[in-house]
Each structure stands twice: as C-alpha cells, then as structure tokens.
C-alpha cells in the first residue's frame, strides 16, 4: 500500500484519520502492516499491500456470489451486447473520469 494514499483513509468505525505502521516495505510500499485509528485505536491490518477494512472471510464470501452470480453479466464478448463497451467510451469523454481512473489504481483497499 503506497504510503501516499493513507490521506485518503479514515476508519470505518468512526470517520478519524489513520496512522499507517509498515512491518515489511517493498518498493516504499507497505506490503504488510497496520493502519490505526487516532481516534478510537481500531486497527485496520496491511496484507499483500492491501489494507483490510472487513474481517477476512467477507471477502472470499462477496466475491464467490458475485463471482458465481455476475461472472458473465458485463462481458460484451460474451452476453452479444456492448454495453461494457458504450458505457467506457461515454463516461471516457467526461473530463472527471481521468483523475478517477488514477485514484481507483492506486486505492485498492477492502
Ligand atoms: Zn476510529
């Protein structure tokens, strides 16, 4: 997690700002560590420089319905639409989407 990006992180409990504490670094990254609330103390862990909002099972449990229920609903290739493609290109001429191409890369966080 790049330590840039933690000014964009408050706590999911209470809004305050985090306190970013790397264990293990890579490239100026926090690969493993923990985010902390200034406010209430809640600790937020750092894994494969991703930071984890939610207890670890809820993500393999949202991502395997979705994946089961979703996992051709958007492809253009296979549903015979173009509705992935025509959505991308409209939105692509909005001079608000660039700038949320670049936050969206680099805030990958659960
Ligand atoms: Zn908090």
């Not at 700002?17 to 790397?22: I, N, Q, R, T």
């Amino acid at each position: 997690m790049k330590h840039s990006i933690v000014r964009w992180l408050q706590c999911a409990d209470c809004g305050g700002s985090l306190d970013c504490e790397a264990i293990a670094q890579e490239g100026g990254e926090a690969r493993e560590g923990r985010l902390t609330c200034s406010r209430c103390q809640a600790v937020y862990p750092i894994v494969g420089s991703i930071s984890r909002f939610v207890p670890g099972d809820s993500y393999a449990q949202n991502f395997s319905f979705e994946w089961n229920v979703h996992r051709t609903t958007q492809v253009d290739s296979l549903s015979g639409r173009r509705d992935s493609e025509v959505r991308f290109l409209e939105y692509g001429h909005n001079a608000n989407w660039a700038p949320m191409i670049q936050i969206r890369s680099e805030l990958w966080a659960g």
